[in-house]
Structure formats: structure tokens, C-alpha cells
């Protein structure tokens, strides 16, 4: 696994369940969707009905699932979790959904993986609150239809383009969540900070904050990487010396990037002339899954302004040249 990765490594859940936000107020960044859904809530608290059914969009690490967990604690529901991968076959998910109680909230992670079968009997769900339970075999199958609870779906995908559209429209209201702000990190590493009982000094923060590509799963990951640096090597204190120099070990430069995403655009720069170059291809030179270049260095590499994804593959910027040290061709995208 890496430090960077924006999806959470094995073992890494119970600290983060300690440092999640567990109502909208402590919900630090993302004003847009902060106002949009306080009103969703709201609205739906003051007619006394389940909300619309919710969609959260973005990369991962952002904070979708700690959303989730706010919507049902906003409004005083329980909530049931679950993942599309889990849902292959449509029994389990109709068993879930028959157990659900007034007014629960069901959570959907990588809703855009769920099987067909279960897409098409949450259809029915999320509409009218009915699943059709196929009893028998064969010719003499009937359906019955059982009434359900009223609930309210959220689902969180970080590919809301592979959602089928009639799923999609199934979504009262979609948020989408933004990479995070530098000063937005900093709450969040303040915050936690506070939590874990850690000295982290304003400049420490900000040096963090810089570094922790907009995802605050990254923040908080890369803060106790600098807390053991700071208890082993210094004082226990995060400033930005300790900050700098701790990083250093794990690898992290200034901009955020780890080997992986330096190998990807040296291998860019370097082997293909600054491309473009397919992604199977720059995958193959930097030896990883063509996945894992795709959609975890390449997002943070594009928004970072240091490599452009055109019809005819992948270019280097202007800005990868110079980071690397190297001078652009004077053809290469600003
Ligand atoms: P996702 O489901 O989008 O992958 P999570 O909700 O699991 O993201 O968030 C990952 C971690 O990042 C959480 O445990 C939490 O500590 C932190 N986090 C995410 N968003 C916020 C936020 N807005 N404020 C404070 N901490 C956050």
C-alpha cells in the first residue's frame, strides 16, 4: 500500500473511525454540498417524511461515508452499511432492504459496482418502497410483491459517469464533493490533531496541508507519520521543520507527490518524449496495474496541472518538466 493512496489501508479504519465527523457542523470544507444537503435535511425533517434519496460523488477519501453517517445521525435515524461488490446477488440485497425500519438510512458504497439484478429491484425500492420477492423456478415462478419501509438511499460513487441512468434518476439529490481547499485541510488536521493529542503547530499544519493532495484521508494519514516522526526523532512537537524532514523519510515532496506518481511522469518525460502515450503503456513502464495509474496517480496529477489526458493519451505539462528539473519542449501543454 502507499502513504498516498486515497483509499484507506487495511488496518487504518479504527483510527479513522475516531476522527470522523459525526455531525455537519463538525463537517469541516465543501460549503456547496454542506449548505445543499443541511436543506435536503431539513426540508425533509420539518415535513416529517424521509428525505430524497442521496447521491455522493467524488474521489475517495473526501469524506462520502462519513457523510453518510451525518445524514442518518442529522436526522436521528439509524443507518445500515453496505458496498456494491457485496451486493452480487439481488436475495441479499432484498433481505436487507425487507429489514429495514421507518425512516433508516441505507448506505451504498461504490454504488456503481453493484450486480444488475439488485440494481434493477433497488429501482422498485427507491421509488415505491417495494421489492417484488420471485418465489419458485422456472414457469411456475411468481413475484409477490412486499411492502417495505420508507427509507432513504445514499449512495456514494467515485464514478458517477458509470452509474446507468436510470439508477442516476432515481437520486433526489447528488452532491459533489471537491478536492479540499489547503485551509479546509488545515481545519482537518487541527481538528485531529486535537483529537490525538498532538503539539501541531500553524506551520506545521499548512506544511501538511500542502502535501496531502486536497484528500483528507491523506491529511490525517500523513499527520501520524509526522507524530511518530516528532515523538522518535524531536520533541513530540509538529512544526514545519519536523513537518519537512519526517516527509522526507516517507518520500512526499512538496507538491504531494510519492515514487509512484514521480515515476509516472519521469517515465512520461523521460521514455516517451513527454507523450502522449497510452495509459496501458505508461502503466507497463512504471510496473503497475494500469488502475492504479489511472485512478490514483493520474486524478491528483491532472488536477496538480502536470499531466493532461488527450484523445490521443497521456502529455506531460509544462509543470512535470520543471518539476522534474528538466526544460520543456516548446510544445508541451502550459
Ligand atoms: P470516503 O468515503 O469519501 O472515502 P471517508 O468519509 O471515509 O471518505 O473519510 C475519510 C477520513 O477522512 C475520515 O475518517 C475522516 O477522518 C476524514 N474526513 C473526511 N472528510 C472530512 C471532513 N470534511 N472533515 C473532517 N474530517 C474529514
Redo the contacts with the bound molecule.
Keep these: 500500500w502507499r502513504d498516498l493512496s486515497?483509499?484507506?489501508n487495511p488496518g487504518e479504519r479504527d483510527d479513522?473511525?475516531s476522527?470522523?465527523?459525526r455531525r455537519l457542523a463538525?463537517?469541516?470544507?465543501?460549503p456547496r454540498v454542506r449548505e445543499q444537503l443541511q436543506l435536503v435535511l431539513e426540508g425533509a425533517t420539518r415535513r416529517g417524511a424521509p428525505p430524497d434519496h442521496v447521491l455522493?460523488s467524488?474521489?475517495?477519501?473526501?469524506?462520502?461515508?462519513?457523510?453518510?453517517m451525518i445524514i442518518a445521525a442529522e436526522l436521528g435515524r439509524p443507518i445500515r452499511i453496505t458496498s456494491g461488490p457485496a451486493l452480487e446477488r439481488a436475495g441479499d440485497l432484498a433481505a436487507m432492504l425487507s429489514n429495514l425500519v421507518d425512516g433508516e438510512v441505507m448506505f451504498i458504497?461504490e454504488i456503481h459496482r453493484i450486480a444488475r439484478p439488485a440494481e434493477e429491484m433497488l429501482y422498485l425500492a427507491m421509488e415505491d418502497f417495494r421489492v417484488d420477492v420471485v418465489v419458485g423456478k422456472g414457469p411456475g415462478a411468481t413475484s409477490i410483491p412486499l411492502e417495505i419501509a420508507p427509507f432513504t438511499l445514499v449512495g456514494?460513487t467515485t464514478r458517477a459517469g458509470s452509474l446507468t441512468g436510470p439508477l442516476r434518476d432515481r437520486f433526489g439529490f447528488t452532491a459533489h464533493?471537491e478536492f479540499?481547499a489547503a485551509e479546509?485541510l488545515e481545519?482537518?488536521l487541527r481538528?485531529?490533531a486535537t483529537i490525538l493529542g498532538i503539539d501541531l503547530r500553524p506551520d506545521g499544519a499548512a506544511e501538511i496541508a500542502g502535501r496531502s493532495r486536497g484528500?483528507?484521508?491523506i491529511?490525517?494519514r500523513l499527520l501520524r507519520r509526522v507524530r511518530d516522526y516528532a515523538e522518535v526523532r524531536g520533541d513530540g512537537s509538529v512544526d514545519r521543520e519536523t513537518a519537512r524532514a519526517a516527509l522526507k523519510v516517507y518520500d512526499v515532496d512538496e507538491l504531494g507527490l510519492d515514487r509512484l506518481d514521480r515515476a509516472v511522469l519521469d517515465a512520461l518525460v523521460r521514455s516517451f518524449g513527454g507523450g502522449p502515450v497510452g495509459v496501458a503503456t505508461l502503466a507497463v513502464a512504471v510496473g503497475e496495474e494500469t488502475t492504479t495509474v489511472e485512478e490514483v496517480c493520474e486524478p491528483y496529477l491532472v488536477r496538480a496541472g502536470m499531466l493532461a489526458r488527450t484523445p490521443r493519451g497521456r502529455v506531460a505539462t509544462a509543470l512535470a518538466w520543471s518539476h522534474l528539473g528538466l526544460t520543456a519542449p516548446t510544445d508541451a501543454p502550459g
Design positions: 486515497p483509499v484507506a479513522e473511525s476522527l470522523r465527523p463538525e463537517f469541516v470544507g465543501q455522493l467524488g474521489p475517495p477519501g473526501l469524506g462520502k461515508t462519513s457523510l453518510a458504497d456514494a464533493m479540499y479546509d481545519l482537518v481538528r485531529s484528500t483528507p484521508r491529511a490525517n
